[in-house]
């Protein structure tokens, strides 16, 4: 899906702040197409943070229980037990933990620190946000409403920014896809000299989610990015072909 | 450095093919000046082969004699012992091997597979390239030659794609800096509702590297990329403020 011409990036800017628990995937499309113009082939990125506040995935701390477990850990990572519980009931797996950090596998199947929870741009003391349930199901009804609603045919990417090992700073990853394949397998194709490539995989919807944040910043207030020039190939995959196995990763 | 107008990126086509050790730096800038319109704040990506080429980074294969260390650590990851020890002279550290899997610590301080030599678009049989010597450095000198006879305040980022662990794919991150601070700290500035942003830093370098490669494909065809609709602050820090220390990484 790799293409040679130019690409634009572009900010949906006045998006109107979203609420905790307001309404469905559907009322983010109309919010978009009342703001946007939105093409034939674009790929419409979209922060998690607004899906996560309107698919109800607030938590207020005060509500939570620490768990035995959650009380122990909390101490060794030195974070409110609270929060540990919440990130504990978020993940399958911790990867890794040492004082300031809690870094986990995710039931969807994402590492990242704290399960993705987090509080930043969101209403209200002592909430936090959890991820989207399934990301990949909502990426997929955006893009099915879009195609009911405006015979549309785009590629849709929720995307989350993601710390990295070996390299300071977060980069926007993708959360749930529909519409693309996120893995561009060039493995056996020729490369300019005819060589044929031996392993090149590219995470183009990683790419396309981290081209997204040069306009999204991370303040919150651009939460949408549509990104034209590319042709979506209509794949439904989902982010699951960019999971490495354990088996395949030597890191976990 | 996150702005939130559109962004544009735009491949530079009919970039002729560079053999190895061909000139220097200069002729990257004169053949590109010739292909594509930069303007003033126009961020250049350039992939990390074409500079190698330029720099004479290209060795013969058969040229190589492993040493009993390469011969040992060969059988172990099932590859070429001439290669191997290639990939050790330019590495200060072994950070995970496996049959097929050899992860580096580069003299750079990069981490990544091989010490990023690869032989994919290279002509010739047996001849391999090694990263740029120090990539900052050569994004410097582009940048002060295209100030100095064009009179245009650039940035530049010398890319490579580099796989990740938990995520399959390769994504393009920033080798080499010059011009823009590649590491953008949110941290003490307010988000959205107020709240004090307590963690976050953008890796702004790395997301512009891998929104370039959205044009520039994976063989090799397009090595330059321009990202328009950016603002280079002019800052020198180079890649460096990417590097996370061995005592910030719990992954080395």
């Not at 309404?23 to 919010?31: K, P, Q």
């Not at 911790?94 to 930043?120: M, Q, Y």
């Not at 919150?220 to 354990?246: H, T, Y």
């Amino acid at each position: 899906m790799i293409n040679l011409s130019q690409i634009k990036i572009i900010p949906v800017n006045n998006f109107p702040s979203i609420y905790e628990s307001d309404r469905g995937a559907s009322y983010i499309v109309d919010l978009l197409f009342d703001l946007a113009k939105v093409i034939d082939g674009d790929i419409i990125v979209i922060g998690q943070k607004i899906i996560s506040k309107i698919e109800g995935r607030s938590v207020k701390i005060s509500d939570v229980k620490p768990s035995e477990t959650a009380l122990q850990l909390a101490k060794e990572v030195n974070k409110d037990p609270r929060l540990v519980e919440l990130i504990l009931s978020e993940s399958i797996r911790i990867v890794r933990s040492a004082p300031g950090v809690l870094i986990v596998e995710t039931h969807h199947g994402f590492i990242c620190a704290n399960a993705g929870i987090d509080r930043s741009n969101v209403f209200g003391d002592g909430i936090f946000l959890k991820l989207p349930e399934n990301p990949d199901r909502t990426a997929m009804e955006i893009r099915e409403r879009i195609k009911s609603i405006y015979g549309l045919e785009v590629g849709v990417i929720i995307s989350d920014s993601f710390n990295r090992p070996w390299r300071k700073g977060s980069v926007n990853v993708a959360l749930g896809v529909s519409g693309i394949n996120p893995l561009v397998d060039l493995r056996g194709t020729k490369d300019d000299v005819g060589k044929t490539l031996e392993s090149s995989m590219v995470a183009i919807g990683d790419e396309i989610a981290s081209a997204a944040q040069l306009v999204m910043g991370e303040s919150g207030g651009i939460p949408i990015a549509i990104v034209r020039g590319m042709r979506p190939d209509g794949s439904d995959v989902g982010w699951q072909v960019l999971k490495r196995s354990n088996t395949e990763d030597l890191f976990r």
